[in-house]
Nanobody
């Protein structure tokens, strides 16, 4: 089994910064793509940023130039550095892993963290 634990959310004023972390644990040999999604009140969940295990990145247009996704493969951890935060960034942020190669040699798919609240005040 694989668990994802997020941290780093909180309350910040507009223009401020936060750094989210998501650590994966369990019987992990290798992780595929890691991503951050968010769900704002009354809205659907949306992809914020994704990073492959080759460090190729994708960002939502709304966060380009403000957010940076990175990962530490040795620690099975993904980060989201969020700068110049806006009130519209307020949401619950979720970590996602698309595929895990386990230490037993099998693949497991689609893991989610429990979510961390980010609130940006104006």
């Amino acid at each position: 089994q694989v668990q994802l634990v997020e941290s780093g959310g909180g309350l910040v004023q507009a223009g401020g910064s936060l750094r989210l972390s998501c650590a994966a644990s369990g019987s992990i040999a290798m992780i595929g793509s890691m991503a951050w999604y968010r769900r704002a009140p009354g809205k659907q969940r949306e992809l914020v940023a994704r990073i492959t295990n080759a460090a190729s990145t994708t960002y939502a247009d709304s966060v380009k130039g403000r957010f940076t996704i990175s990962r530490d493969n040795a620690k099975n951890t993904v980060f989201l550095q969020m700068n110049s935060l806006k009130p519209e960034d307020t949401a619950v942020y979720y970590c996602n892993v698309d595929r895990v190669l386990t230490t037993t040699g099998s693949y497991r798919y689609d893991y989610w963290g429990q979510g961390t609240q980010v609130t940006v005040s104006s």
